[in-house]
T-cell receptor
Framework: QKEVEQNSGPLSVPEGAIASLNCTYSDRGSQSFFWYRQYSGKSPELIMFIYSNGDKEDGRFTAQLNKASQYVSLLIRDSQPSDSATYLCAVNVRSSGSARQLTFGSGTQLTVLP | ETGVTQTPRHLVMGMTNKKSLKCEQHLGHNAMYWYKQSAKKPLELMFVYNFKEQTENNSVPSRFSPECPNSSHLFLHLHTLQPEDSALYLC??????????????????FGNGTRLTVT
């Protein structure tokens, strides 16, 4: 099992719809969860971070964390064509050694259709 | 300038060349990172510096050599690279609460990256 896993997509949604992006992780002890957005040819930019179970809302974005099921999701309401990008999930997982590392998923490519 | 700045933005080098990538952060953070992003692959952590001390080296080949002279500057020295080293190299910084034992609880702030092509 990959340490951080995302559906690669592509995921297409019509403008105005809700886009749902999912991420699962392998380490039950993980404490920090981040969502980054990366436009083509650009660097990742932080969208949301969440540390506690439940929902965290910021504008059109909602992060949802369920530590028991080991998944974190990102909902984008009222999707806009400008939301079209690759969304990266990052989790502080404990790797083969004892130290934690911030491990990124391979990203989900989202396309919002006008 | 604000944030994390990387230079150069693009670099083309031959396999026998020596070059350096530079990163500077203006956020007052105490940790800096080098990541590699290849096509169709997840971001790979290469090096981590915490308070100027290297705390991680993720089995990176010795042809990549990091240098962190202070908590605001980070370099990646490159020599005798291979074509498969062509990738986007990203610098990042964060504010970590602990001097040792990284927990990665703080968000990373990325620079714009250097697009490296090895010919």
């Amino acid at each position: 099992q990959k340490e951080v896993e995302q559906n690669s997509g592509p995921l297409s949604v019509p403008e105005g719809a809700i886009a749902s992006l999912n991420c699962t992780y392998s380490d039950r002890g993980s404490q920090s969860f981040f969502w980054y957005r990366q436009y083509s040819g650009k660097s990742p930019e932080l969208i949301m971070f969440i540390y506690s179970n439940g929902d965290k809302e910021d504008g059109r974005f909602t992060a949802q964390l369920n530590k028991a099921s080991q998944y974190v999701s990102l909902l984008i309401r009222d999707s806009q064509p400008s939301d079209s990008a690759t969304y990266l999930c990052a989790v502080n997982v404990r790797s083969s050694g004892s130290a934690r590392q911030l491990t990124f998923g391979s990203g989900t490519q989202l396309t919002v259709l006008p | 300038e604000t944030g994390v700045t990387q230079t150069p933005r693009h670099l083309v080098m031959g396999m026998t060349n020596k070059k350096s990538l530079k990163c500077e952060q203006h956020l007052g953070h105490n940790a800096m990172y080098w990541y590699k992003q290849s096509a169709k692959k997840p971001l790979e952590l290469m090096f981590v510096y915490n308070f100027k001390e290297q705390t991680e080296n993720n089995s990176v080949p010795s042809r990549f050599s990091p240098e962190c002279p202070n908590s605001s500057h980070l370099f990646l020295h490159l020599h005798t690279l291979q074509p498969e080293d062509s990738a986007l190299y990203l610098c990042a910084s964060s504010q970590e609460g602990k001097r040792t034992g990284f927990s990665y609880n703080s968000p990373l702030h990325f620079g714009n990256g250097t697009r490296l092509t090895v010919t």
